[in-house]
């Protein structure tokens, strides 16, 4: 049977979940799963990206996603290069812009970017030659962050298709949650948002998914509670009482994963603050908690990313 075009991710750029189709990202997700049992092995290199140039471009703190795509360049073989963003002309006042159009002239093949403002890496995409990836822009979208957590799912569920997954806390500054919801409906799965309304989007309930306030109505009959931190640094203003209110209500807990169906396990982006939007009892206990293989199957997943756009790039 012959493919058509859509079959499989090319790119040209990786801007979001929003304008991907199921194939593509079935595509992607057989292409990660082959990168996760390479990452198991000692010898970990490919060289699909050998003479290729990635630049990573952080303008917001980064521990996992950083460090997960500059590992993913260098395991296909990339030169892969972090720019230090306080040490940069950025902090001699250059815009954004002039900074991509300089570090184009340097003719990468990869900008991988994350900005505070959103549309910043779609911007940037119009304005280089190289595939260009959005490591988080502002609230919009992380896609990297959903393809991973799919993949993490899918090792687990087999399937997406039919899953109840309830995401909790600040959707409204979470480009995660939003690159999760477009995903996981896009898979078949019925997503549920729970969050007091000062951190649900008024357009929530519009997104095709079930929007609770209640943990304990929210958690019950799921499959999976995907829990986010509490975006502080994106709040304009108190959105929430205090840290320990919120832990009461909206805090995950043994109690309240006990309402979800037997066996339910739980996610989290990082990073975590303990004790507010989660209990370290179930952040740390293993037969519940994939956060650490949310951390592998990123590395995976961004060496599928970054091969496909590099193979859709043929010149
Ligand atoms: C997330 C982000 O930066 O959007 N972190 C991540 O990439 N793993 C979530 C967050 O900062 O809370």
């Given at each position: 049977?012959?493919?058509?075009?859509?079959?499989?991710?090319?790119?040209?750029?990786?801007?979001?979940?929003?304008g991907l189709n199921r194939l593509e990202v079935i595509s992607l997700l057989d292409r990660?799963?082959?990168?996760?049992?390479?990452?198991?092995?000692?010898?970990?290199?490919?060289?699909?990206?050998?003479?290729?140039?990635?630049?990573?471009?952080?303008?917001?703190?980064?521990?996992?996603?950083?460090?997960?795509?500059?590992?993913?360049?260098?395991?296909?073989?990339?030169?892969?290069?972090?720019?230090?963003?306080?040490?940069?002309?950025?902090?001699?006042?250059?815009?954004?812009?002039?900074?991509?159009?300089?570090?184009?002239?340097?003719?990468?093949?990869?900008?991988?970017?994350?900005?505070?403002?959103?549309?910043?890496?779609?911007?940037?995409?119009?304005?280089?030659?190289?595939?260009?990836?959005?490591?988080?822009?502002?609230?919009?979208?992380?896609?990297?962050?959903?393809?991973?957590?799919?993949?993490?799912?899918?090792?687990?569920?087999?399937?997406?298709?039919?899953?109840?997954?309830?995401?909790?806390?600040?959707?409204?500054?979470?480009?995660?949650?939003?690159?999760?919801?477009?995903?996981?409906?896009?898979?078949?799965?019925?997503?549920?948002?729970?969050?007091?309304?000062?951190?649900?989007?008024?357009?929530?309930?519009?997104?095709?998914?079930?929007?609770?306030?209640?943990?304990?109505?929210?958690?019950?009959?799921?499959?999976?509670?995907?829990?986010?931190?509490?975006?502080?640094?994106?709040?304009?203003?108190?959105?929430?009482?205090?840290?320990?209110?919120?832990?009461?209500?909206?805090?995950?807990?043994?109690?309240?994963?006990?309402?979800?169906?037997?066996?339910?396990?739980?996610?989290?982006?990082?990073?975590?603050?303990?004790?507010?939007?989660i209990d370290s009892e179930i952040a740390d206990d293993p037969n519940v908690s994939l956060?650490?293989?949310?951390?592998?199957?990123?590395?995976?997943?961004?060496?599928?990313?970054?091969?496909?756009?590099?193979?859709?790039?043929?010149?």
């Open positions: 049977m012959s493919k058509s075009y859509s079959d499989t991710f090319t790119g040209p750029h990786m801007l979001g979940i929003a990660a799963e082959q990168f996760v049992a390479l990452n198991r092995q000692r010898k970990k290199h490919q060289d699909l990206l050998n003479g290729r140039t990635l630049i990573n471009l952080f303008f917001e703190p980064s521990t996992r996603t950083q460090s997960s795509f500059e590992l993913a360049g260098k395991r296909l073989g990339a030169d892969v290069i972090n720019m230090a963003i306080q040490t940069s002309s950025i902090a001699k006042g250059e815009t954004l812009i002039d900074t991509a159009v300089t570090l184009n002239a340097m003719r990468p093949d990869l900008l991988v970017v994350r900005h505070s403002a959103s549309g910043a890496a779609a911007l940037l995409s119009q304005k280089v030659d190289c595939a260009v990836i959005n490591a988080g822009d502002g609230a919009h979208e992380h896609p990297t962050q959903a393809l991973l957590d799919a993949l993490t799912l899918r090792a687990h569920f087999g399937d997406l298709s039919g899953l109840k997954i309830a995401i909790c806390g600040d959707v409204v500054h979470s480009r995660v949650a939003r690159s999760n919801i477009i995903l996981l409906t896009l898979m078949g799965a019925q997503v549920r948002l729970c969050a007091p309304p000062t951190l649900l989007p008024t357009k929530a309930s519009a997104w095709g998914v079930e929007v609770f306030h209640d943990m304990k109505q929210a958690l019950v009959g799921c499959d999976v509670v995907m829990v986010l931190r509490l975006q502080k640094e994106r709040m304009n203003s108190a959105c929430v009482p205090s840290s320990r209110e919120y832990f009461h209500y909206f805090g995950l807990d043994r109690e309240k994963l006990n309402l979800a169906k037997k066996g339910a396990l739980v996610m989290h982006p990082g990073p975590m603050n303990r004790g507010v939007e956060i650490n293989e949310q951390v592998e199957s990123g590395v995976a997943m961004r060496m599928a990313v970054l091969a496909s756009l590099a193979e859709g790039r043929h010149e």
